[in-house]
Structure formats: C-alpha cells, structure tokens
C-alpha cells in the first residue's frame, strides 16, 4: 500500500485509513496512516504477553529542528492544555498539534509502516516494526536528503486495556542509564524500556484531555471519551546525511540478552543499537518471507492433490512443472496475513485469537483456523494448536475458551470437541503423523467420543435415537433466550456428530483397528438416517436448527453450512 499527498492532505481520509502489526505473542502495534491513534484501541506498543493485553505507548510526537528553524511532525488533532500535574500552562509543542500532516508526503507498507516527511527540504523516513516473539517494536529515522535537522521524539505513555477507560494510576518514576532509559508506568503493568542512540531529557509532563473514540465493533454505542498520557521525556537525535536515529520499546527490560540467546543479532551480537536494529530489520523481513513462502507452497501442492483426486483432465492440471498457485495470488497471501496476525502464544500453548489487539481466544474458531492451517500444509503449529486443546480435554469436552484475567479453561456444550474431531482428522490425513496419531490424537479422540456417548457435563449426552442433546445454550443466541431451558438436538452438533463418527472410523483404518472403523462407521450410517428423518423440513425445503420438547427451530444459522460441508456429504 502506497498513499501520497492527495490522501495525507485530507484529514478525514488519512486519520480513517489503519495500519496493524502482530508479534505473534497477543500483543501488537497500530495506528493511522496519519502517524497518530484515534480509537482506544490502537497504540504503538500493545503489550501482550502476560494474556492481559495493555496499552504502553499510545504514540509518538515528533519534531525537527535546524538552520531553517522547527518544524511539528506530528499529525494528532490538538489536545487539552498540558501540565506538570499543578496549574494548565501553555500547549507543549509534544501535545499534539497537526502541522506535520501538511508535510507528510508519503506512507505505504513495505512490509511495514513508513512515513515520509519534507521538513523545509530535508526528507526524514521513519520506519516501525514489531519484534516477532516479544512487546516490542523497533523505530528507525533515516535522513534522505536536505539540510542536517535534530530530531525529538516525545513518547504518550499510559497502561490500560485496549478498548478500556482509563485504568492503572500512572507514576512514571524513570530510571537512566547510557543508552537506555526505564519508565515505571502504573503498580501491576510492566515497565517500558526504551533504548536510544541519542540522549533523553526527562520532563515528567502531562498531556490531559487526549481524544479516545471506541472501537466500531464495541457493543453498546460507546460515546468518545478523554484520557491523560504521560510523556516521560523526549529522545532527541541527530540526522544528517549517512546517520540514523533509532529507538526500540520494550515491555521486558532483559529484550536484547533474550534477542543474543535467539542469535537473532547474529554472532557475535553487534556493538551499537543502529545495526541490532538492522539486524532485526533483516530477521523479521526474512521471517515474513518465509511465512509467505510457505504458504503459497503449500497452498499449491494441496491444490495439486485436489486435482490429482480428481482424476481424468485434472490429473493432469496436476502434473504440471508451473505453479498452479501464483506468487502473487491475493487470497493465499491475505489468509496466510490473517493466520499470522490472529497467532499468539498463551504459556506453552499456541493458539489463534479473534482479533487484535485484546481479541478474545473461541476454541470453535481457532479449531476452524487449524484446518485453513492444515490446507496450507503448517503442519508443525498446527500440531502444536492441537496439542494444546487435546490437554485441556475434560470429561469429553474442550474448552469453549480461555479466560481473559487468569488463563483457565473455560467449558461450555460440545461444539468445541466436535471441531477438535474434525480438525484431528484433517491433520492426521494431510500429514501423515502417524505416531502423533497413534500415541496421542486417536485415544484422545475416543475418550472424547465415548464420554459423549455415555454423557457429560452441561446437558450433552447422546438421545436413544443416537442423536446428541445438549443444553439452550448450544441454540443460536436469539433463539436460547426465547426458548428458554431443557434438552435441544442442535441441527449444526448434530452434523458436526455425524463426522466425528466418519473421522473416527478413518482414523481407526488409518491404525489398522478394522473393528473399530467398522463400528463408527456403521455409527455414522445410522445416525445420517436418524439426522434426515429428524431435522430435514421437506416444506420449506431446509434444515430446522434445533428440535425440543416444544417442536422445531424454523431458523437457519451460518454454523449449519460450515457443519454440511465437510465431507463426506450429510445431504443429498
């Protein structure tokens, strides 16, 4: 993405269009093409690890100075009158005025945000990434042309959650040392390190009343609402021609000891800030590449073994030397982008969240992630998501969730065992894992089928008629409430059922237990029969949702179509 000055010059338009960069721990960094953040849910360091995402820096003002005087780069709309904690005093020039929009000339995504500045003829670019693994970004300010300027950086600190009023008290106590300063932010957030190849003056100063509008996906209608950020100090460096100025943020004060062990800096580690964050530069480049690499390999062979499936004129689709996926191919590119954003590590566990930043982790949709995983032949995290959820199992069932503060497993109906079944099988067909089949997916699995069977906690348990029962809880939402309490045969579990038992029955073949697939299999068959009988409404030519005591659901739900579509067919 490239955006020049017609879009920059445009408030509305620049301030509208977003960026977002992952770490890959659940924490991230984002903005506005603009430079600046306007909803309360973006900011440059999103720290994520601990589970518990925070905010802790909300942004960055930037000024040049030099012979032709100062020059504003910051773009953020004017805020309330800074203070020192006493009386208002004047606006600070880091309180976020908006000349620099006017001179932006130029942002795109190359893989990540650059911007360009034109400061009365020296063009300054800045560059942000995010450190893959740890709360950390890293800022590169590079002089391209024109006189030598200094350049000050004025960090906005807070410690919230993103999308959260204003939370943890700020104290803002500093420690510094050459190269390196450490800001206490709030009792119970982590610090925030910042490292710098310039000097940082304190300052303690307060900027009140920065605009914070919600997120557009929070519920409720929430109305824009104001908090206070802190800037600690400012970083200032000199840019002229050949020099760099760079600062890295960081939720864990041990990142670059952490980085060496990696041998992410290379061997020997380097001596000076300007090349670990080259060094880093060029890790996470490569990094992206590979991810994007793999994925267009392994969206073609799976597209070859589709073909070669097939047979007849396919087959020899399948045979061909090009690649039937393009290196530029959009929709592999995109989902391969959207993996990569929702994957976080949780503990030992790896795991997808809905969103970022402070996406909740759904065991349904991660479970659904794992297969579009599969497809793309990542075969090792996928094992590991699965591993994951296979240690969670409790009496039959997996976790719906995770809780937010704390971690625990949340349990709910059996959608989330079911997914688990499907994306089991999928994984142990594509890879070919047979020891992980054998030693750890297959009884897992069984023990999940049986305590189904038998029953389990909230309402599910398999009816007389071999269709499984669960709770109101498992209806579509507006339908639960209506219909109250008592036992429902869910059209989409009941589907998902069918092919845990075809799942179960192949993976049994695939071990050479010939009584077991037998079993399933005769299983899947009558319960098909017992599914079309019960759910099929000929009338109106559909599925009812869900059957209780008090008849038929005539509703249809998006869950019924992802259920009906995987093979091998339910319906006719």
């Known amino acids: 993405m490239r955006l020049g000055q017609d879009v920059l010059s445009d408030p509305a338009r620049a301030l509208a269009a977003e960026w977002l960069l992952p770490n890959g721990v659940g924490g991230s960094s984002s903005g506005t093409v603009a430079g600046t953040v306007t909803r309360d849910t973006q900011g440059l360091l999103v720290a994520g690890a601990s589970g518990r995402p925070l905010v802790l820096l909300l942004r960055l003002d930037e000024r040049a100075s030099?012979?032709?005087?100062?020059?504003?780069?910051?773009?953020?709309?004017?805020?309330g009158p800074a203070s020192t904690g006493?009386?208002?005093?004047?606006?600070?020039?880091?309180?976020?005025?908006?000349?620099?929009?006017?001179?932006?000339?130029?942002?795109?995504l190359d893989p990540w945000p650059v911007w360009l500045w034109n400061a009365a003829g020296t063009l300054i670019e800045k560059t942000l990434f995010t450190i893959s693994g740890h709360d950390a970004i890293a800022i590169a300010y590079r002089h391209l042309a024109g006189?030598?300027?200094?350049?000050?950086?004025?960090?906005?600190?807070?410690?919230?959650?993103?999308?959260?009023?204003p939370g943890l008290p700020v104290s803002g106590a500093i420690q510094g040392m050459p190269g390196r300063v450490r800001i206490e932010l709030a009792a119970g957030a982590p610090s925030l390190?910042?490292?710098?190849?310039?000097?940082?003056?304190?300052a303690r100063v307060w900027v009140r009343g920065l605009a914070c509008e919600p997120d557009p996906r929070a519920r409720g209608g929430a109305a824009p609402r104001h908090e206070d950020a802190l800037v600690p100090g400012h970083a200032e460096g000199l840019l002229a021609p050949g020099r760099f100025f760079h600062l890295v943020f960081a939720a864990e004060d041990g990142l670059f000891r952490a980085l060496a062990a990696e041998e992410r800096l290379g061997v020997p580690p380097p001596r000076t800030l300007a090349d670990c964050v080259a060094a880093?530069?060029?890790?996470?480049?490569?990094?992206?590449?590979?991810?994007?690499?793999?994925?267009?390999?392994?969206?073609?062979?799976?597209?070859?073994?589709?073909?070669a499936a097939h047979g007849g004129s396919a087959a020899e689709i399948a045979r061909r030397r090009e690649p039937l996926v393009r290196g530029d191919d959009a929709t592999v590119l995109r989902l391969a982008c959207a993996l990569r954003g929702g994957l976080v590590r949780r503990g030992s566990r790896r795991t997808f969240v809905s969103s970022l930043p402070g996406g909740a982790e759904r065991g349904v949709e991660v479970l659904q992630s794992v297969q579009t995983l599969i497809t793309l032949r990542g075969f090792d995290l996928a094992r590991d998501i699965l591993r994951g959820y296979l240690e969670y199992l409790d009496e039959g069932l997996a976790p719906v969730g995770f809780d937010a503060a704390d971690g625990r497993p949340l349990y709910g109906g059996p959608a989330t065992s079911l997914w688990l079944v499907a994306a089991g099988d999928l994984y142990a067909r594509r890879s070919g894992d047979r020891a992980f089949l054998g030693d750890v997916l297959h009884p897992a699995l069984e023990g999940v089928m049986q305590a189904l069977r038998q029953g389990t906690r909230h309402g599910v348990r398999t009816a007389p008629d071999g269709l499984l029962v669960s709770g109101a809880a498992d209806l579509p939402k507006d339908e639960g409430a209506a219909r109250g309490g008592g036992e429902w045969k869910v059209a989409d579990l009941n589907a998902l059922w069918y092919h845990a038992l075809v799942a179960m029955a192949q993976l049994s073949r695939q071990l050479a237990r010939r009584e077991h697939a037998a079993f399933y299999l005769a299983w899947a068959h009558e319960h098909q029969k017992r599914f079309l009988e019960t759910f099929w409404d000929a009338e109106r030519a559909c599925l009812h949702d869900a059957i209780g005591e008090s008849g038929p659901l005539h509703t249809l739900s998006p869950s019924q179509l992802l259920a009906v579509s995987l093979p091998p067919a339910l319906l006719a």
């Open 66 to 79: 030099g012979e032709l005087g100062a020059f504003d780069l910051a773009c953020a709309p004017a805020a």
């Open 86 to 108: 006493g009386a208002p005093r004047r606006e600070a020039p880091w309180s976020g005025r908006a000349q620099g929009r006017a001179r932006l000339e130029e942002f795109r």
């Open 147 to 165: 006189p030598p300027v200094h350049l000050a950086a004025s960090p906005l600190c807070v410690a919230r959650g993103p999308g959260a009023p």
């Open 193 to 202: 390190s910042l490292w710098h190849n310039g000097t940082f003056l304190p």
């Open 280 to 307: 880093l530069e060029e890790s996470e480049r490569d990094r992206l590449a590979r991810w994007r690499r793999g994925a267009l390999d392994g969206a073609d062979f799976t597209t070859r073994q589709a073909a």
